[in-house]
């Protein structure tokens, strides 16, 4: 595997279900973002781990709870959604001290009903 | 907050034409970032400018750091079916800072 990796690539859940997101980067990269996409939005940062300490939470609320336990796995639970959290969640990992850029995976496509 | 605004918001070309789109905010940006999105795919980096003034080419594709630094444009020449997508431009404050990212420009390549 290269670069940032995602699964699910698509989910289906209900309202009372708990789900997890995986991320992994195989890119050496020590920062790590959690990103939501909706439609006609620009993308919303959600939550960053630095050397896997959280140094954002950007007002996100509670039914999202991210986990970061090595700098190269992030993952994404998911308890008790609503139907306007469908969208699509997109990983990125970037180098902390070189280089801003941030790469992204694939995205997990996620509908909530 | 900051924010970023992309023009066009959407356009159509011809396949072979060249294209130019813009990215602005009225704060200072110190890096600036260009993305394509294919969809149901994330976002895959084009371009990573960190000067003012700085031009930088990836094949056919330029980017500039405008020298005001609170714009950046993104240049695509000779057009092809597979340019088809939406375009983000990424603006970072100061370093360390989280980027701030448009709502994107979306290109449709005519044949």
């Known amino acids: 595997e290269t670069g940032v990796t995602q699964t699910p690539r698509h989910l289906v859940m209900g309202m009372t279900n708990k789900k997890s997101l995986k991320c992994e980067q195989h890119l050496g990269h020590n920062a790590m973002y959690w990103y939501k996409q909706s439609a006609k939005k620009p993308l919303e940062l959600m939550f960053v781990y630095n050397f896997k300490e959280q140094t954002e939470n950007n007002s996100v609320p509670s039914r999202f709870s991210p986990e970061c336990p090595n700098s190269s796995h992030l993952f994404l639970h998911l308890h008790t959604l609503q139907p306007e959290d469908s969208a699509l969640y997109l990983c990125?990992?970037?180098?902390?001290?070189?280089?801003?850029?941030?790469?992204f995976g694939p995205g997990t496509r996620l509908t909530v009903t | 907050g900051q924010q970023l605004n992309q023009s066009p918001q959407s356009m159509f070309i011809q396949e072979g034409e060249d294209v130019s789109m813009n990215c602005t905010s009225s704060?200072?940006?110190?890096?600036w970032l260009w993305y394509k999105q294919d969809p149901g795919e994330g976002p895959v980096l084009l371009i990573a400018l960190y000067k003012a003034g700085e031009l930088t080419s990836n094949g056919r594709l330029t980017a500039q750091f405008g020298i005001t630094r609170k714009d950046s444009f993104l240049n695509i020449s000779a057009s092809i079916p597979s340019d088809v997508g939406i375009y983000f431009c990424?603006?970072?404050?100061?370093?360390?800072?989280?980027?701030?990212f448009g709502p994107g420009t979306r290109l449709s390549v005519l044949p």
């Open positions: 990424a603006g970072q404050g100061n370093y360390g800072q989280n980027f701030v």
């Open positions: 990125a990992s970037s180098q902390v001290g070189t280089s801003a850029e941030q790469y």
């Open positions: 704060s200072i940006f110190n890096t």
